[in-house]
């Protein structure tokens, strides 16, 4: 009958039979006694089975709301739950719901309008209908995954996903015919969260901004007595962290991030959210200030954001120099008689180190920063910039020319470079010694700018293998900079003084810098 009789109607849209004022009337009643038939059997057999448990020879544990729980493997399959039928739940789920909000945005007189008392018992029954689709989609998608078919099991899988997508938008539009409170209780009982939290939002707007019509005459909904903040309370109560993620997670999506920390109340979930989940790093480690007062956390929550997700060189900066200080107050929060553990001041030296290498690539890019001047836009920079310090390694070698001009790329984007990458730029870009201020550190010697960056990288401290393999070859690149057979012969001219050719080498630059820093007993420099 649902097929047959309401398909016809079906055919046309609510707009084409609002035209006609009878057949309008004539579809509302007609999409009623659809929806009391509907019910009236669906609702009737899966009562029956919950009551009549025993004749079954099951126990209420087999049974959840009138359907079973487990053992679909050797049963044939439901009457309740076919695939047409379920099928045509939905679309006529679909027609009442529609039809509805239609009627309610048409522009007709009270004569011309279907009957209020019709149009509101369907909007009722709209609710019992989604709770019983719910119960049909439970027993068609455990039958269907029970039965060992690749096919039916694949078939079971993207049900439930189009289930999940549809039911919310049902509970959108019940929520929008004046059922909000129904809407609420049947998210609850689905444990549906993201729809839990848009019909909050909505109730939260309802109240701010008056209720949606409910019905042809806008009486007061059943939502009108709801307190969206008790609401709220109780979801934490009730739901924990499934609730509190899908809250939490609506606030940030829709701009409005600090929020979460004004919500003292609910201080202990904010704080798990946020802490689990690396991409709010940002709040979390205010969270850990504010909320919890929490320095270390927050330290360690700077420091993570800082060395795994900061691209920016300046955030980069601000981050690990706010992870010290939060460190600092660490310290400073201890008992005066009581002398900082050496894993503390250790992780303070760690966080300098970081802001050492930081300020190296600041050096790094003012000393480079005159060649570009003036070009249109940063990749013009580049260019620019790999022309003047990559043009000696256009020819013999390539590989290394393109390193370096990713390298080039990233510091002239003000953007971190690696500790492997700095090394690199270092090492591998052309003369230096034309800059206008000779006391440049980079002039000095950029290869040992380049030992002082394995150093505060703490390579050591990971893989001691490697950074002697880093060592080698920063010396290595130190010593082949310079055209040592054009230097001998200059030397042994006439003219030639063999102290002042080698003095200006980047080697003997290299040694010198290491001398006079004190390094000579370290073996970040050994060759």
Known sequence: WIKN????????????????????????????????????????????????????????????????????????????????????AGKLLDLELDSRRSWNSANLSGADFPDAQVLNQTAANSARHLRVLGQMHQERTR???????????????????????????????????????DALRLAESFRDMDALVELIVELQDQKKNGPVQGSSEG???????????????????K??????????????????????????????????????????SRLSWINDVTG???????????????????????????????????????????????????????????????????????????????VWEGAIDRKAEAELALECYGGHLLEDRPSLREILSDTLSTLVNRQVVSVDDLVDLLTLIGPVQHAENGDDEVVRSEFHLALRVLDHGRYGQRDSSYLAALQRLIWRRCMIKDDWVARGKAAEGSNGDSVSSISDTSLCRTLNACLEEGECSQPLWVM
């Open 5 to 88: 009789a309401v398909k016809l109607g079906r055919a046309e849209s609510c707009d084409d039979v609002l035209e006609s004022p009878d057949r309008a009337r004539n579809l509302s009643q007609q999409i009623l006694e659809a929806s009391e038939l509907f019910l009236a059997v669906m609702e009737t057999a899966f009562r029956y089975r919950e009551e009549h448990l025993t004749l079954y020879g099951l126990s209420e544990d087999f049974v959840e709301d009138g359907v079973l729980s487990d053992g679909y493997e050797t049963l044939p399959e439901f009457w309740t739950s076919r695939g047409v039928g379920y099928t045509e």
């Open 143 to 181: 039958w269907l995954s029970a039965q060992g078919d690749p096919k039916l099991v694949d078939e079971s899988s993207l049900l439930e996903h189009m289930h999940v997508e549809n039911r919310k938008w049902h509970l959108f539009k019940l929520a929008g015919v004046g059922h909000l409170q």
């Open 219 to 237: 009486a007061p909904t059943s939502a009108d007595q709801l307190d969206p903040a008790q609401l709220i309370s109780t979801y934490f109560d």
């Open 239 to 280: 739901f924990g962290d499934i609730w509190a993620d899908a809250y939490f997670f609506h606030r940030i999506k829709f701009g409005y991030p600090g929020t979460l920390l004004a919500m003292r109340k609910y201080q202990p979930a904010v704080t798990r959210f946020l802490r689990k989940t690396p991409a709010y």
């Open 292 to 370: 919890e007062d929490d320095y270390d956390t927050a330290a360690a929550s700077l420091e993570n954001l800082a060395l795994n997700s900061e691209k920016d060189l300046w955030s980069h900066r601000v981050e690990i120099s706010l992870a010290k200080l939060s460190k600092l107050a660490t310290q400073e929060r201890m008992h005066p008689q009581v002398q900082p553990s050496l894993a503390l001041q250790g992780d303070v030296k760690r966080l300098e180190d970081y802001i050492e290498v930081d300020g190296i690539q600041d050096t790094l890019y003012e000393h480079l920063r005159p």
